[in-house]
């Protein structure tokens, strides 16, 4: 092989000896030209009051000596005082959220917040339909036949008879009426139902015994109605269930309930129609 094509020597401790470390070329940062000043090196005291040990015998006990900022023989691993704290504090207090927020950061502050029905013509774009009034809307959205999402969750769709309802998720509007069949022309081939939605977002099922979120009997779930201050009207095949501080709507009340998710169903139409959550 060539002189040209010999890779150099690897250095050893032998051809290294008597060099100077780079590190302890190193010259010190000149704070004062931006403006900073250095940070005080931290120092034992010549005598300390207990103990009697001057820093020279700390130095002999260690084997070396604390480096300062401009100690050009400190070791480069050698630890140095922490000058900066490990947390900082906000420089003032967070301001209070509006009163209506849908989402907040506090920690205990549902997200999203449970709101009631709101109906506004204002805000609700018609296809289709004839006659529109407030109490249909209620009613198909508190009892519907069928429910889909739309627009990636952010609105839902809710059929009964001829009318489908959409109403927004982030605050529980009424955005949309629309004829059946416009709306199920205009559904997506693949979509999500929104029941099935609501029933697995209810959280976990329904058991008996301590600790149990939903309600599991109907004693039980009139119970919790009366609690929350709903109003029940009992009728030959469904009450009505109703709330004081909300007037115009109405939650559909089977009398003979004969599905064993009845308490479950009844929960999620509460808490789409009037925003009261009943699960514990």
């Known amino acids: 092989m060539s002189a040209e094509g010999r890779s150099s020597p690897r250095p050893t401790p032998m051809a290294l000896g008597g060099r100077t470390d780079p590190a302890r ?30 820093a020279t015998a700390g130095t002999a006990a260690t084997g070396r000596a604390a480096p300062g900022p401009a100690d050009p023989t ?36 549902p997200r999203p917040l449970p709101r009631p029905l709101r109906v506004d013509e204002a805000e609700i774009r018609t296809v289709g339909v004839s006659v529109l009034t407030t109490a249909r809307i209620v009613e198909a959205v508190a009892d519907p036949q ?9 609105s839902d769709h809710f059929l009964r008879g001829d009318l489908v309802v959409q109403v927004r998720r982030a605050d529980n509007v009424v955005i949309g009426a629309f004829s059946a069949r416009y709306a199920l022309s205009v559904r997506p081939e693949e979509y999500e ?3 099935d939605v609501a029933d697995d977002a209810a959280g976990p099922s329904a058991r008996g015994g301590k600790g149990t979120r939903h309600p599991t009997s109907r004693r039980e779930l009139l119970a919790r109605l009366e609690d929350a201050g709903f109003v029940i009207t009992p009728g030959s095949t469904h009450g009505r269930v109703t709330h004081p501080e909300h007037p115009g709507l109405v939650v559909p009340f089977a009398s003979t309930p004969s599905d064993r ?3 479950r169903h009844v929960v999620a139409q509460i808490r789409r129609v009037f925003g009261i959550d009943l699960r514990r």
């Open 74 to 109: 400190g070791q480069p691993s050698d630890v140095l005082p922490r000058r900066r704290a490990r947390t900082l504090e906000p420089s003032q207090a967070l301001s209070t959220p509006p009163a209506d927020a849908v989402h907040t950061l506090a920690p205990e502050d």
């Open 146 to 154: 069928d429910a889909w999402t739309a627009d990636a969750g952010a």
């Open 25 to 54: 070329r190193v010259r010190p940062v000149d704070y004062s030209a931006t403006g900073r000043t250095a940070a005080t090196p931290v120092s034992e005291p010549a005598t300390g009051p207990t103990t009697g040990r001057s």
């Open 193 to 195: 139902s929104a029941l």
């Open 261 to 263: 998710r009845f308490t």
